[in-house]
Nanobody
Framework: QVQLVESGGGLVQPGGSVRLACSVS????????VGWYRQTPGKQRELVAH???????TYADFVKGRFTISRDNAKATVYLQMNSLEPEDTAVYYC?????????????WGEGTLVTVSS
């Protein structure tokens, strides 16, 4: 059974930083592209970034230069370092294995971790 457990969210001031982590179990983590996604109430879940099996990152335009995705295959964990946060980044953040070319999530979603950017 695949489990996706996100952590690290919280309340952050505008301009601040936070690091999210997602622990993945039940799959051979190293053979999957993995993505971070986010969702706000009333909106569809959107792809924030993904990282390939060779650790090549790709970012959505709205986070380029601010967020960094990384992975640790030995720990089956993917990270999202979020800097220069803006109120518009407030959302629940999720991770999932992602299948190109659409990069839609493959497995059932975890609970996510809420990031709130507010003063």
């Amino acid at each position: 059974q695949v489990q996706l457990v996100e952590s690290g969210g919280g309340l952050v001031q505008p301009g601040g930083s936070v690091r999210l982590a997602c622990s993945v179990s039940g799959i051979i983590f190293s053979i999957y592209t993995v993505g971070w996604y986010r969702q706000t109430p009333g909106k569809q879940r959107e792809l924030v970034a993904h990282i390939s099996i060779t650790a090549t990152p790709t970012y959505a335009d709205f986070v380029k230069g601010r967020f960094t995705i990384s992975r640790d295959n030995a720990k089956a964990t993917v990270y999202l370092q979020m800097n220069s946060l803006e109120p518009e980044d407030t959302a629940v953040y999720y991770c999932n294995a992602a299948r190109p070319p659409s990069y839609n999530g493959i497995y059932n979603w975890g609970e996510g971790t809420l990031v709130t950017v507010s003063s």
